[in-house]
């Protein structure tokens, strides 16, 4: 006979929890979550309008996924890869190869984010080695960028206060300054710009030696670092051309921006530009599992393939119930328009955004693509010059939007040049009056951090 531990969830003797995260800061506990809302256990509502952390796509609760992974999970929850294949893996790689551009059709399971991203790393430097040129190790980032918290993925990411405690742990990777264009106040076209920044690239290969770069990782949209920044059309191409006159490749990172959250599946649609590496996860399984992809174009994976395999991989790779709900999340998106969903209705929000600025000076900016969008706070709009660091602004807004129950994501970052930046991701079903929803708790958190901060309003 077994008997069932009746776990207490007991504390320890001071009341403290055994559970930590970044910080001593606690959030209530979550109770339910449907569609685009969620409620805490004391019953509060709270509208996901950063759909976590840009992860719940399609909304929560969603019954196809609940039923489809309920039944994957009567028949297996996990086989290893060493042991045996499985169809959900199987389908869901075909079903993202589908979707990429032509080539890039061989598709790698991993649990999250950074995963992908060190798969991608490793991929890229693997191809090198397996093609004759294992002088090729550097991989230049952009600063500010975000790519993931593990080592690898630290490495290249740009964020001073998430890599400083690691620095002596890190291989130091060169960065070019990301296309934060809205903060420039000379006399070029946007176009211009583009080409301008897109040139640091050439620039930096240069220095570093041309022979020693393996690859270029960036966000065609960016995420946490920079709030959604989309630079000039110009850009995107000119960094394509110039990944192929050095022979270096391009990894596109994905992970917030892919899964259909601009309303394309790839962020880079909008450019026509086709990377050599794509990295997803968040919007892919949509918060149901972990799930992340590193899909790379055949022409590298063959010669790895051939040289004896990839040396990379983790035990949860491909795992059956993971793709069962990631391939109905796809279906979600793709049967319901999802993408066409979050242009429209990310069109609609992104002007009621751009609305507020006559009402209220201190927002400075307003960009982004589809449902990946974010609004900026400076002390003044010409200048751009940042709110002071007193005023606390990405901490005080989203705890004032909270309060009255809208969950909204944000940032202190640029780089060098610090803003406060709050990014408005719904998930990709969110309606109409939804947006309105958004918008009433939204003026009413602004009004009242305007109030606080005595700062000046329109009408
Ligand atoms: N790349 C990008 C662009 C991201 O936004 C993130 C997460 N914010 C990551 C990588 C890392 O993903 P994860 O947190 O799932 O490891």
Redesign the pocket.
Known sequence: MTTQHAFSGARGPDGESHLFYQTRKRRPPIDRAEGIYIWDRAGKRYLDGSSG??VANIGHSNPRVLEAMRRQMEKATFAYRLHFENEPAERLAAATAELMPEGLDKVFFV???????ESALKLARQYAVATGQAQRWKVVSRYP??????LG?LAV?GMALMSAPFAPMLRDMPKIPAPTCYLDRDSLTPEERGLRYADMLADEIERQGPETVLAFIM?PV????TGALVAPDSYYARIREICDRYGILLIH?????GAGRTGRFLASEHWGVKPDIV?L??GFAAGYV?L?AMVADRRLVEPVLDAGGFVHGHTYAGNPLACAAGLAVLGEVLDNDLMGNAERIGGLLEAELKGLMARYPFIGDVRGKGLMLAFELVADRDTMEPLPVGHDAHNRLVEIAYGKGLIIYSRRTRGGRKGDHFMVCPPMIATAAQVGEIMDMLTASLDEFAEAAKLPRGN
């Open positions: 952390a840009m649990s999250g984010g950074s995963e992908a991203v960028s975000y790519h993931g918290g593990t993925a990411t966000e960016g995420g946490a670092s990172d994905e992970v917030m921006s990295t996860s968040k972990p992340g």
